[in-house]
């Protein structure tokens, strides 16, 4: 296996083991440091299960994999379809506007009611499943930017929730391209300094991210605000020094664990690859999509899934 194909594979993994990681610590308290959370445990859902956070982004990649470039009326169908196949957890944001869709309201017009109803929500509904975006267009910078933005803007048309999306999968699309052998550490740093520069995040978002390395634990609150996730992500990445490392760090910080334990495992799969993610891990990971089919989803089935992403990429080049 080449090293673009460990990384892709590393991101589609990473994610979700992420996702299934801080499952069982989501909506608690941070854990102390002295008792951190290292193993797949069972929490709401068993072991080693993914959530919302993956299933969202199955569907983005079923979409991906099927109509090329996206097209944002087949994923609003694929997201309310999942919707409406009554998931075990879906943020509010998101279920109020494909409650509107499924009611036959245009996506562009639940969108803009929704945030129009509360318009400084901007909640990291998006970000947690934009990967396979990533893992697609890794190498078509203008298409992974739109289609970054227009998979967002299907729920969370929010400029931070937008520029999120576009800002990590710019950061893991560097990181596949970095060559392999330099450290690691100078590899992750370069890639967010990047895709910083190619994202009018404005001056408080771009703050965030700009300190996230030299926050201290304490001072992370890791709630669903989009700003959160990200400062979270990027501090756990940037202050550790392996995948395993990060995500543990990640998702004890808990309140929104699952979504920042997908997002920092996203970036930390595409920095050391499908080979730096624990076996322990990935051997105990799986869900069910589409909802209650019948249809598991193993490790394996994200390494084809990475796979079969890469050529949709490029065949559009
Ligand atoms: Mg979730």
């Given at each position: 296996m080449d090293a673009v194909s460990d990384k892709l594979r590393g991101i589609a993994v990473g994610a979700a083991i992420g996702d299934a990681l801080g499952m069982p610590l989501e909506f608690h308290p941070p854990h102390p440091v002295y008792d951190l959370v290292t193993e797949m445990v069972r929490g709401?859902?068993?072991?080693?299960t993914f959530t919302d956070d993956t299933e969202m982004a199955l569907a983005l990649a079923e979409s991906l994999l099927l109509v090329n470039p996206l097209d944002t009326r087949d994923l609003a169908a694929r997201f309310t379809a999942w919707y409406q196949s009554g998931p075990d957890d879906i943020g509010i944001h998101t279920k109020q506007v494909l409650h509107l869709i499924a009611r036959g309201t245009s996506w562009e017009e639940a969108a803009r009611t929704v945030q129009d109803s509360e318009p400084d929500s901007a909640a990291n509904g998006s970000v947690m499943r934009c990967w396979p975006v990533a893992v697609a267009r890794w190498n078509s910078p203008a298409l992974l930017v739109a289609e970054s933005r227009l998979q967002s803007e299907i729920t969370h048309p929010h400029p931070d929730c937008v520029n999120a999306c576009v800002l990590i999968n710019l950061i893991l699309s560097n990181l596949v391209h970095h060559s392999p052998g330099s450290p690691s550490d100078a590899a992750l740093r370069q890639a967010i300094a990047s895709a910083v520069e190619q994202v009018d995040l404005g001056t408080d978002f771009r703050l965030v991210v700009d300190l996230a390395p030299v926050r201290s634990r304490d001072g992370l609150r890791n709630t669903g605000w989009v700003r959160h996730t990200v400062e979270s992500a990027l501090w756990a990445v940037l202050t550790t020094r392996s995948f395993e490392e990060a995500l543990v760090q990640a998702v004890n910080l808990g309140w929104d664990a699952d979504t920042t334990g997908c997002v920092t495992g996203a970036i930390a799969g595409a920095l050391?690859?499908?080979?730096?993610?624990p076996s322990r891990w990935r051997d105990v990971l799986h869900g069910e999509y589409p909802v209650r089919s019948g249809k598991l989803w193993f490790q394996k089935d994200f390494i084809e899934l990475a796979d079969k992403l890469a050529q949709v990429g490029q065949a559009s080049e």
């Open positions: 709401p859902l068993p072991a080693g050391y690859g499908l080979e730096g993610i």
